[in-house]
């Protein structure tokens, strides 16, 4: 791979600790949701975190596919769900709802669109076959 640009962030405290970027663009405080045994409290989460990277990212995506296909994206949106629940042996698994809001776009067109982003976005190669990924499309009635 020839690298293009390198992101990095350090995470301390686990899960109720802080994350910060090098650059300082993110320094969030960490917390536990009820979900997981914790108290909830103010700061964000590893899930919420990687849903809203994996959001953009998908996004990117569906704007480069649509470019390519000549189609007129509107005011779109991506929303990702991200959910960490236990498999049946008992280890910690993830999986991903991405919901693509595309107003003014067909049924087909946008099935199209969202099948092809989900085919070339890096968040959803990198995890292709390592957790389980729904892809939702959400159209103007």
Request: with cysteine.
């Amino acid at each position: 791979m020839k690298t293009l640009y390198t992101g990095k962030a350090t995470a301390s405290g686990g899960r109720s600790g802080n994350v910060k970027t090098d650059d300082g663009k993110i320094n969030k405080s960490l917390s536990v949701p009820k979900g997981l045994g914790g108290e909830g409290g103010d700061g964000t989460n590893p899930e919420q975190l990687f849903g809203a990277a994996y959001a953009a990212c998908y996004g990117s995506a569906l704007e480069l596919i649509a470019e390519k296909e000549g189609v007129d994206l509107g005011d779109f949106s991506v929303t990702a769900s991200v959910s960490i629940g236990k498999s049946d042996e008992g280890d910690l698994d993830l999986s991903v709802v991405l919901d693509s809001y595309l107003p003014g776009v067909d049924v087909e067109t946008g099935e199209k669109l969202v099948n092809k982003a989900h085919e070339v976005c890096p968040y959803s190669r990198a995890t292709r076959d390592n957790i389980d990924v729904t892809l939702n499309l959400l159209l103007d009635e």
